[in-house]
Each structure stands twice: as structure tokens, then as C-alpha cells.
């Protein structure tokens, strides 16, 4: 089992930054990849980036160059930091982790709410 528990999200105007957290807690030897997803009222969750161990990063075309995602080992924490916020990425952001050797996600965390007002 896997614990993943998000941080950091909360009101800013359009323009502005916040930095999501998911600290990772339990069997956490095998997860392979992290990644960020969010789902806004009335439609799908996406994901918005990707960190793999080794180090490759992949962002959702609707973010790259405004948000980053990076990682504290020894802190098993992900962040996601988000600059030049818009309205349309309101959302709920959630932190999830895969099957190893798969891109099936098998842990969610619950879910941290970002709204950005304009």
C-alpha cells in the first residue's frame, strides 16, 4: 500500500503561482513514476506531468513552459509548481503513482483544490 496525501492548493488570481506537495509514504520501494493529474467540474481527469525515476519528465501540452514538476528523494515528496496560473486550470489536482512496469495508475491520493480566479 501506498499513501499519497497533496498540499498546497487554495484561491489566486490569474497570473499567479502556487506549488502543490505529495508526500508518499508506505511500500514506496517499488513506485517507478509519479505524476500530477487534475479534473475540472464537468469533465475528465488528465494528467498534467509525469516524473519517472530516472529522471524523464512529460508535461500536457496545455502547461508546458508554465508549470514543473521535480521531486525530493529523501523527502519522497512531488512537487508541482505552477506559475502564470489561468482560470481554465481550475481544477482538483490529484497526485498518483503507477504499477510498476505499467502505466496503469494503482494509488490516488484524495485530492488538493486550486481555483484561480480572473
Known amino acids: 500500500q501506498v499513501q499519497l496525501v497533496e498540499s498546497g492548493g487554495g484561491l489566486v488570481q490569474a497570473g499567479g503561482s502556487l506549488r502543490l506537495s505529495c508526500a508518499a509514504s508506505?511500500?514506496?520501494?517499488?513506485?517507478?513514476?509519479m505524476a500530477w493529474y487534475r479534473q475540472a467540474p464537468g469533465k475528465q481527469r488528465e494528467l498534467v506531468a509525469l516524473i519517472i525515476r530516472g529522471g524523464r519528465i512529460n508535461y500536457a501540452d496545455s502547461v508546458k513552459g508554465r508549470f514543473t514538476i521535480s521531486r525530493d528523494i529523501a523527502k519522497n515528496t512531488v512537487y508541482l509548481q505552477m506559475n502564470s496560473l489561468k482560470p481554465e486550470d481550475t481544477a482538483v489536482y490529484f497526485c498518483?503513482?503507477?504499477?510498476?512496469?505499467?502505466?496503469?495508475?494503482?494509488?490516488w491520493g484524495k485530492g488538493t483544490l486550486v481555483t484561480v480566479s480572473s
Open positions: 498518483a503513482t503507477y504499477q510498476p512496469g505499467s502505466w496503469c495508475v494503482n494509488y
Open positions: 508506505g511500500n514506496i520501494l517499488g513506485v517507478n513514476a
